[in-house]
T-cell receptor, first 114, second 116 residues
């Protein structure tokens, strides 16, 4: 079975500050890991993904995440927050088999203040 | 680039009515997934289809059924609607290339269902 835990349901940062959103996973098989962003009343947009290969992955809008197998973590970071980054962020896990469900974490709401 | 298309985008129904949601995957994507997201909740997996066969099944109520057609589009049929079915329903699709699926799911904009 697979699961995801996002630590912190709400994170608040100042504009220009470091963004760190935490995600820990549990998986009995090699995981595929994703971060999605959701703006109010909108769909899910893929920020970045880890499937195989390089453990530091870069995504859109300046976000990046590092897959750490020893820590079962896939934390999302951004060096400098923008007001437009305020949204809901979901970490998700699956594995390499067609049709297999994405298991989402409960989400983290990011607030950015000026 | 083409994206996943869902229709309708908004749907209002009365209790005990039926609803049909449609999903058109990205061209050449052969796998379709359905998710339900309640207010303030994370998306919950309902069901998926790979090459028109059911692939995985999650917490889909018996009142719901789905299928994937020969053109790979999918429909989610919901009967005896309840107030608790009010949610955002997402469809996602993923490709299989040379027999390999990286299971990267591309999400549609969702259908917002309101049951009154």
């Amino acid at each position: 079975a697979q699961s995801v835990t996002q630590l912190g349901s709400h994170v608040s940062v100042s504009e220009g500050a470091l963004v760190l959103l935490r995600c820990n996973y549990s998986s009995s098989v090699p995981p595929y890991l994703f971060w999605y962003v959701q703006y109010p009343n909108q769909g899910l947009q893929l920020l970045l993904k880890y499937t195989t290969g390089a453990t530091l992955v870069k995504g859109i809008n300046g976000f990046e995440a590092e897959f750490k197998k020893s820590e079962t973590s896939f934390h999302l970071t951004k060096p400098s927050a923008h007001m437009s980054d305020a949204a809901e962020y979901f970490c998700a896990v699956t594995f390499n088999q067609a049709g297999t469900a994405l298991i989402f974490g409960k989400g983290t709401t990011l607030s950015v203040s000026s | 680039a083409a994206g996943v298309i869902q229709s309708p985008r908004h749907l209002i129904k009365e209790k005990r009515e039926t609803a049909t949601l449609k999903c058109y995957p990205i061209p050449r994507h052969d796998t379709v997934y359905w998710y339900q997201q309640g207010p303030g909740q994370d998306p919950q997996f309902l069901i998926s289809f790979y090459e028109k066969m059911q692939s995985d099944k999650g917490s889909i109520p018996d009142r719901f059924s789905a299928q994937q057609f020969s053109d790979y589009h999918s429909e989610l049929n919901m009967s005896s609607l309840e107030l608790g079915d009010s949610a955002l329903y997402f469809c996602a699709s993923s490709p299989t290339t040379s027999g390999v699926s990286y299971n990267e799911q591309f999400f549609g904009p969702g259908t917002r269902l309101t049951v009154l």
